[in-house]
Each structure stands twice: as structure tokens, then as C-alpha cells.
């Protein structure tokens, strides 16, 4: 606390609207703040002005009587503005406010940018999709200033849950020769012109997951973790899928059973949104309540309590096979013509049934048949192996609503046996001789997972549209910056 303040006392950045709130001046203080116009009340004798930097869902509340020099008609909303004044009581629901006093030559508001007739983000009800068409304004709407809040919030929520954890954090590279899911969905890197192998005398890609090289950092750091963009040259522009997202992975040495995976990805998500739900680091407006305050419609708060009431339940979130899933789909019918055979893809709109129908509850889904997974999972242990209907050592874990969040396994860490099962792929193994490799020099058991942060985000902000919780969204027909 001590170094806090002392960094404060040396800073000559002017204090952001969360720290008036969260640190407020003495009443009848002279006060400077910025931020942009979100509304504009003028009545007879005063003018009130509310704004907001973005820092907090909070707006600031600025008085001036209609004698100052300052005219309620040389403001617009979205205009930037310096604004000098006292730090007073409210008369309002706020309980402090910035008075501009009429006869004081220090006090007043000026213009820093000035803004179009056209400016869209009016104080009115805006759809996403509306905004989505403005990317560089969209984020001074309060919903979405809130996600990008929540996002920052929940990455240092998840550096303390790993640091707790004893897993370090590492950067794998974003450029790679290697597909992880050997899907075919990557896009190419070059440099001009030239031939896309002539730069690093192979061909480059943009990376899909980081899981491979987090694999061999992990059997010198015994468990690493990164939170990074991937990308997929996916040609699906659902609420679900972007071309550029983020992800996060974990990979954890000596793990050798599917429930220590599964474990410790639900103890990961019950901790942050824990964290996230007790946070109260601005008084009465805490990280939930901000995300609460800044939707307008009974509908969308009530929504947000239902998604964090549903994750924070105190039962144990339910466990099933594959097999055991397509069983309870089967006998209920859902929405399905056809009964599902054994080895058929369990769709989204069957995940969504699943945990938010039939278990009311986020569930993990496991041991998948081996054709629907990538070479890198093992069979199941000998005990419980069908040769008839082979499965691997993995998992899904499926959220009301959205459908997969999380998706993991065991790796095959037997040199011969991954090799076998490579060849038996077709894949070509001398490109992949650098991750290979790691099975002959000391091979340990392991397993990982990665969790698409987009999705996370969207869960916890009540957000229905992925699009809507990245900053830039890129998806096929959409680089609008």
C-alpha cells in the first residue's frame, strides 16, 4: 500500500473518473477531470452536463448555472472536455458532484474535440448490431465499455488463480509451421510477393493454438499457461466463431486422469467469477455491478444473474460420457428427426439442450470417439477401451447458452504410440520430428486444455454475440479497421 501511494504522489497523470469516485476529494475541493459528454439537462437556471472517460459506468455529474460563460447550446454529447470546478454535495442521487461557479475565473468547461451533427452514440437505445457498423465509437456506448472492463478484470483474475497455482506464464509464438488440429483452417504468412516458403525456407502460418509448443515448455516448467490470439481461416460467421480470437491454454505436467483436467478447469472458472462477483473496489460498484448498471432493459440484468447464479451453483458441476450424451438426446428427442448414431457430432444446438435443458447446469462432456479428435489424444485406459467403438482421453465443457467453452485431453506422451497413430493419419512426421521429439528425451505424462476467452467473456457480460466482446471483431467479410 505504502509503494501505491507513493507512486500516486509522484504521477502527473490527472485522476480518471474511478478515482474521483473511488478516492474523493475533499468537499469544496477545486477539481479537474475529462472525459467525453454523455448528456446534456438544461433547465432554466442550471445546466447539467454528465460525463464519462470510460474508467468507470459511472458518469460524473458537472452544474453550472446558466450565468457562467458557458451556454448549454456550445455542448454536444460526444464531445471531448477539460472541466475545472469545485467538488460539492448533490442535491441528486450522486452524492458528490463538480459545481462551476459563475463568478470564479478558474472555473469552466472546454472543448477539447469537437463532434459531427452526425456523431452516432446518442443517450438512446442502440442495438449491437448498430453499433457494430461504428468500431472506433461503439465502446463509449456503457455496455460495451463495460465488457472491455470485464475482460481486463477477468485476465487478472486468471494470472492470480495460476500464480496460486504454481504455473508460470509463457508467449508461444503466434507464427508456426505446425497445424494443432490438423483441420486445414490456417492462413498462410509471406512477404510480398514472394514465394510463401522463400522467407523462412518452409511455409508459415498463423498460429491456430499455441497447445504444441505449450506441450514442450511444459515439460521443462512442469505447468505454463498463456492467454494469446489464434487464428482460423474458418469460413463461419456465427455468434460463435471469430477469425482472430483469444484463447487460453494451460498445459499440466504429471497429470495422468481426465478429473484432475476437469477439476481444475472448474475450480479456475468458480474462482474468477467468485473474485469477480465479491470484487468492490469502487465503493458500492463492484465488477458485477458495474457490468449491472450499465444494461438498461429488467431483461438483460436479470439474464446476467441467471448466467452468474448458474455458474456459482454449490453442486458440483455434472459429469457424462459421449455415449451417455447421445443416450440422453436420444431419448429425449430433441429436436432431432433422426436418432443420433454412435460416432455422430454432437451439434450446439444439443449442447445448449444438454446444459442448459436438461442439467441446468454447465457440464463436461467425455471420452469422445477417436475419429472426431486429434492425433495427439490417447485411448482410454485398457480397462474401459471398446476397440469396437474406440474413444480417447478428453473432454468438453459445455455452457448453457453458448454451447463449448472448454476443450481438453490427456496427449499420447508414448513416443511409438503417438507415431503410430500419426502414420496412421497420413501425417507427415518429419515435419512434425520437433514436437516428436519431446517423447524420446524424457517424455512425461500431461495434459492441457484451452478455454475460448471470447465465449468466457461473453457468458459472464451477457453478451449473446462474440462479436460484441472483442474489440475488433474479424470474421469472414468483416476487417472494418
Excluded at 479537474?32 to 458518469?59: E, N, Q
Excluded at 509448443?213 to 494469446?228: A, G
Excluded at 482421453?393 to 508414448?414: K, Q
Excluded at 471470447?454 to 469472414?476: H, M, Q
Amino acid at each position: 500500500m505504502f509503494r501505491l501511494r507513493q507512486f500516486r504522489a509522484y504521477s502527473t497523470l490527472a485522476p480518471t473518473i474511478r478515482d474521483v469516485f473511488l478516492n474523493p476529494l475533499p468537499i469544496n475541493s477545486e477539481i479537474t477531470c475529462y472525459g467525453h459528454i454523455k448528456s446534456i439537462r438544461s433547465f432554466k437556471k442550471l445546466t447539467f452536463v454528465d460525463i464519462s472517460d470510460g474508467s468507470s459506468h459511472r458518469s460524473l455529474n458537472v452544474v453550472m448555472d446558466n450565468n457562467s460563460a458557458e451556454s448549454a447550446s456550445n455542448f454536444a454529447v460526444g464531445q471531448s472536455v477539460e472541466v475545472k470546478g469545485k467538488w460539492v454535495e448533490s442535491r441528486g442521487t450522486q452524492a458528490n458532484e463538480v459545481r462551476i461557479v459563475s463568478d470564479d475565473p478558474k472555473h469552466g468547461v472546454t472543448i477539447l474535440g469537437q463532434v459531427p451533427d452526425s456523431y452516432p452514440i446518442q443517450k438512446k437505445t442502440l442495438t449491437l448490431q448498430f453499433l457494430r457498423g461504428h468500431p472506433t465509437l461503439r465502446h463509449r456506448t456503457s455496455t460495451l465499455a463495460s465488457v472491455m472492463r470485464l475482460r481486463s478484470k477477468i485476465e487478472t483474475e486468471l494470472a492470480t488463480f495460476f500464480q496460486k497455482n504454481s504455473c508460470v506464464k509463457v508467449g508461444p509464438p503466434l507464427l508456426t509451421a505446425s497445424d494443432c488440429e490438423g483441420g486445414g483452417q490456417q492462413f498462410i504468412v509471406g512477404q510480398g510477393n514472394r514465394p510463401k516458403e522463400e522467407f523462412f525456407s518452409k511455409a508459415a502460418y498463423l498460429t491456430v493454438s499455441a497447445q504444441l509448443h505449450l506441450e514442450v515448455l511444459s515439460q521443462s516448467l512442469n505447468r505454463v499457461w498463456c492467454l494469446s490470439p489464434c487464428f482460423r481461416a474458418e469460413d463461419s460467421n456465427t455468434n460463435r466463431h471469430l477469425c482472430e480470437f483469444w484463447m487460453l491454454e494451460g498445459e499440466l505436467s504429471y497429470v495422468t486422469k481426465i478429473e484432475q483436467l476437469t477439476s481444475f478447469v472448474e475450480d479456475m472458472i468458480r474462482n474468477v467469477a467468485q473474485s469477480l462477483k465479491t470484487d468492490n473496489q469502487e465503493n458500492d460498484a463492484g465488477l458485477f455491478k458495474d457490468l449491472e448498471q450499465s444494461r438498461y432493459s429488467k431483461e438483460d440484468r436479470q439474464k446476467l444473474t441467471e448466467r452468474w447464479d448458474t455458474m456459482l451453483s454449490r453442486e458440483k458441476w455434472p459429469s457424462v460420457t459421449y455415449t451417455e450424451a447421445i443416450n440422453l438426446i436420444n431419448l429425449h428427442k430433441y429436436n432431432s428427426k433422426e436418432t443420433l448414431r454412435w460416432g455422430d457430432d454432437i451439434l450446439t444446438e444439443h449442447e445448449k439442450w444438454l446444459a442448459g435443458d436438461h442439467f441446468k447446469s454447465p457440464v463436461f462432456v467425455t471420452d469422445y470417439p477417436k475419429a472426431q479428435k486429434p492425433f495427439y489424444m490417447p485411448n482410454l485406459s485398457t480397462e474401459i477401451y471398446d476397440a469396437e467403438k474406440p474413444t480417447v482421453a478428453c473432454f468438453d465443457l459445455i455452457f448453457p447458452e453458448i454451447g463449448e467453452l472448454v476443450g481438453g485431453s490427456l496427449r499420447e506422451h508414448n513416443y511409438d504410440l503417438l507415431v503410430k497413430e500419426m502414420k496412421e493419419r497420413g501425417m507427415n512426421i518429419e515435419a512434425m520430428d520437433w514436437y516428436v521429439s519431446t517423447r524420446e528425451n524424457g517424455s512425461i505424462p500431461h495434459g492441457g486444455f484451452g478455454l475460448g476467452f471470447e465465449r468466457f467473456v461473453a457468458y459472464l457480460g451477457g453478451i449473446d454475440n462474440i462479436k460484441d466482446v472483442s474489440a475488433f471483431p474479424r470474421a469472414p467479410g468483416i476487417l472494418a479497421c
